[in-house]
């Protein structure tokens, strides 16, 4: 036997009863017996609690309400029945209607609408329901028959959510289907009390018909037919990347339920768990779909199975030095807020026992917190208890999954993902059993909470979000190879690069579901919107995406002027600017501090050699223990390309125009003769190995003579550089005739370090340097007899673009190992 219940969305409208019944023809042959249990129609309860309100008001606007329920459901029994099997059951919507009608108009008259009769007048939803589904089964050859389930189910009389009394149901409910034939059509969410008054099980109460009928008969399965697919990791109009959960525990889908999960009444489970009858989510407009099975030792790989949450909480504080050690607050606490009916839905209270906070619906603030003054009103008078403290506008959020039990790390990655988001947690709850762990936040922060969380636990692939302020040379060299290597990295890695701001000098363009990389330049060029830092890093605060890198692939002081503001909003930053770095030492100290403060990544890999892994192996060796005793280091493409040509019967003015022909110098190549961008390298890997130096303390030994560095204008030092090349000549010569090179190295030891032009032999390693390639030489206690020597391009759009990829992917696989355990 089966139990199938079909809830309000799922009849909302005459179309959906033929697949219903074709799930119900389904199970019957494949050999089922089955029950079936339906709500009211979509919103019907809605209108009855309307008609209470107005008629309890004295408002004769509850006739046009009652009308118009009248004229839905007889409207509803013509679409489903044919004409001339429609007299019967539009007689019976009536004489049903004419006792709701009369039940109205006595409170009308009485101007009053206690519980009881608030609860009779509910239970017309389901009455009205069932009668016409019934009808509609008969008419189309199917041997349904009403069932008014208030003759089996017995409950108390807490009128609105009355409690069953199973001791008293369980045999009624095994007499009445002991030898029924047929297909039960039965109303759900009414009951009775012993003395037959009518009574209602709660918002969600046809669950629980449906899974008290199934263990009172010991059902094979009890069906919940909605119109989801089954129980989902998180509400999905709240999280796109929900997904639905393929099976639960009892205690998982409770607290799910329990914590804001609208698939489930959250005590339909209660009465199968014995028995241990799955219950089956499914969804009547997609019936293929296997939905949930809630059971018992369920399969599955997660730890945390679900994430959910209750919006329009007020947490409620007592505390005092009166509390500390005093048995019975607790107790007395809880019971104050039982006199007045409001369920506490979440407890915290501090090891200390100096302050309890409770957490209830909005709605009960008032009258709790009138109880519990009432209770320690001693208390209060004598200080020894503060007044209550009512924190309203809250969200509970809770994550839940059987697996959490003694997994560690769990609570640490949930606390992590808000703490990302800056999202401050007011109290803390999690039982002993750990099979949640529920925390309060403020309402305004819940989804964004919702979707941090569930990014933590479910992501299927890390989503890095990139902003990229510089898109010349450089920075359109970096797009390529993302759009390049996007599939493969997606594929590979599961890692999700995606470009959600590009600004240059005149424009900013922002996506927060990503730019294509096909037409960005276009779509740059189009975009109106103003170039401008402060815009950009609120735009960044407002998005509010996880995983922020912005990249700086310009050569600009003012970027760098809000470095400070990217790390402080836990934002990453990847540069191939150098002027961060090079300023005063403070300030570098104060970015690699703030980064680390705030979780965060400050990289520069390309600051010292482009692609070159220099700065990387620097670390590398200073963090296993290794002492750097000496670096000579060639950091300059353009004057390895300019010393390495330069060789007999070439004039070194010839060299440079060359080597600027090419692209190799800046516009004026005094930018890099003059060693100066050469020294900001070294003095960033200094300041790597934890040398307090600025920029002035190198020295600079200039590689050209005086008279070319003062010229006027570019023009003036070609002719002033001419004039100098015997000069040159004579330093090649002499280096020629002892068998040397000419070299410009950098050489720090001791911690001084210097630049200058030096003839080297056939024993040194830069000996055979080539064309624009960059080399550096690390003397360690490590590697003291035999230097470790990193070589190759040191300059050039892609290998920097490659160096700045390399230092984003850092970052990325950073991120995949905090959510892995």
């Known amino acids: ?27 019957i042959q494949n050999g089922s017996d089955v029950i079936t249990v339906f709500s009211a129609l979509n919103g019907v309860t809605d209108q009855l609690k309307e008609i209470s309100r107005l008629a309890a008001k004295k408002d004769i606007d509850y006739k046009a309400v009652l009308n118009d329920l009248r004229q ?53 939803g389901e009455r009205l329901a069932c009668t016409i589904i019934a009808a509609y089964g008969e008419s189309i050859g199917q041997p349904t028959f009403y069932v008014d389930a208030r003759q089996f189910l017995i409950t108390d009389n807490y009128f609105g959510a009355a409690r069953i009394i199973h001791d008293l149901t369980t045999p009624k409910i095994q007499a009445f289907f002991k030898d029924y034939t047929g297909i039960p059509v039965v109303t759900g969410f009414i009951a009775a009390t012993e003395d037959g008054v009518t009574t209602t099980l709660g918002h ?131 019971g104050a807020l039982a006199r007045v009916n409001a369920n506490v839905i979440l407890i915290s209270q501090a090891s200390s026992e100096h302050s309890i906070c409770v957490a209830i619906s909005q709605e009960s603030i008032a009258k709790a917190k009138k109880a519990i003054e009432e209770e320690f009103a001693m208390e209060i008078e004598l200080r020894l208890v503060d007044q209550v403290l009512v924190e309203d506008n809250l969200a509970i959020i809770a994550a839940v999954g059987e697996r959490m039990r003694k997994t560690t790390g769990l609570a640490g990655r949930l606390f992590s993902a808000l703490g990302e988001k800056a999202i401050n947690v007011i109290a803390i709850a999690q039982g002993s059993s750990e099979l949640n762990i529920s925390i309060v936040i403020d309402q305004k922060d819940e989804i964004q909470a919702l979707n941090a969380i569930h990014d933590a636990f479910f992501a299927k692939k890390t989503k890095m979000n990139l902003f990229l302020f510089g898109v010349g040379q450089i920075g359109s060299a970096l797009i390529e190879q993302i759009k390049t290597n996007y599939e493969n990295l997606l594929e590979k890695y599961a890692l999700d690069l995606k470009v959600v701001g590009l600004a240059n000098s005149r424009k900013m363009l922002i996506d927060r579901d990503g730019i294509d990389l096909n037409d ?68 570098y100290l104060k970015f690699r501090e703030l980064a680390k403060s705030k979780h965060v990544h400050f990289l520069y890999e390309t600051n010292a050699g482009a692609a070159l892994p220099i700065i990387s192996t620097l670390r590398d060796m200073i963090n296993s223990g290794d002492r750097i005793l000496r670096i000579e280091a060639i950091l300059s493409g353009t004057i390895s390309y300019i010393l390495n040509n330069f060789v007999s ?88 005739s002892e068998g040397k090179v000419l070299r410009y190295i950098a050489i720090y030891e001791n911690e001084k370090t210097a630049l200058k032009l030096q003839s080297i032999d056939k024993n040194h390693p830069f000996y055979s340097l080539s064309g624009s390639d960059n080399i550096i030489a690390f003397t360690t206690t490590r590697y003291s007899e035999n230097p470790l020597v990193i070589k190759g391009a040191g300059a050039g759009a892609e290998v920097t673009a490659a160096g700045v990829m390399a230092d984003i992917f850092k970052i990325a696989n950073a991120v995949m190992k905090s959510k892995s355990f």
């Open 520 to 587: 960005w330049r276009q779509r740059l060029s189009d975009c109106t919107v103003k170039s401008d830092m402060p815009a950009l890093l609120h735009e960044i605060k407002t998005l509010n995406l996880d995983n922020n890198v912005f990249i700086d692939c310009t050569a600009s002081k003012e970027i760098v002027n809000h470095y400070e503001h990217l790390l402080a909003g836990r934002t990453s930053i990847v540069t191939a600017n150098k002027i961060g770095n090079t300023g005063p030492y403070a300030q």
């Open 1 to 27: 036997m089966k139990i199938l219940k079909f809830g309000g969305t799922s009849i909302g409208k005459a179309e959906n009863f033929k697949p219903i019944f074709r799930i119900l023809t389904s199970e």
């Open 649 to 736: 019967r070439k004039k070194f003015s010839d060299v440079v125009r060359e080597a600027k022909a090419k692209g190799f110098t800046e516009p004026d190549p005094r930018d890099d003769l003059s060693g100066l961008d050469f020294a900001r390298k070294v003095l960033i890997l200094a300041r790597e190995i934890g040398i307090q130096v600025e920029l002035s303390d190198i020295q600079i030994e200039p590689l050209l003579p005086q008279n070319c560095l003062t010229a006027p204008s570019v023009e003036a030092f070609f002719v002033e550089l001419e004039k100098s090349n015997e000069y040159f000549d004579k330093l090649l010569n002499r280096a020629h």
């Open 72 to 124: 839905r459901h007889i409207k509803f029994a013509e679409n489903l029945i044919s004409p001339e099997k429609q007299e019967t059951v539009v007689e019976n919507i009536e004489t049903i209607l004419a006792e709701l009608d009369e039940i109205a108009h006595g409170v009308y008259l009485l101007k009053e609408l206690s519980g009881q009769s608030f609860d009779l007048i509910l239970s017309f």
């Open 204 to 334: 969600g109460g046809s669950d629980l018909t449906a899974s008290t009928i199934g263990a009172a008969l010991d059902a094979e399965e009890i069906q919940i037919w909605k119109d989801v697919n089954g129980f989902m990791s998180a509400d999905p109009s709240r999280v796109k990347e929900a997904f639905s959960l393929h099976e639960l525990s009892y205690e998982e889908a409770a607290e799910l339920s329990h914590f804001g999960a609208k698939v489930l009444f959250p005590p339909t489970i209660q009465p199968v768990i014995d028995k241990q009858i799955p219950v089956r989510i499914l969804n009547t407009f997609n019936p293929d779909f296997p939905g949930t099975v809630v059971k018992q030792n369920p399969a599955g790989n997660g730890y945390v199975k679900g994430i959910t949450s209750i919006r329009n909480i007020a947490l409620l504080t007592i505390e005092g030095s009166g509390m500390v050690g005093v048995s019975g607050v607790a107790s007395r606490l809880f």
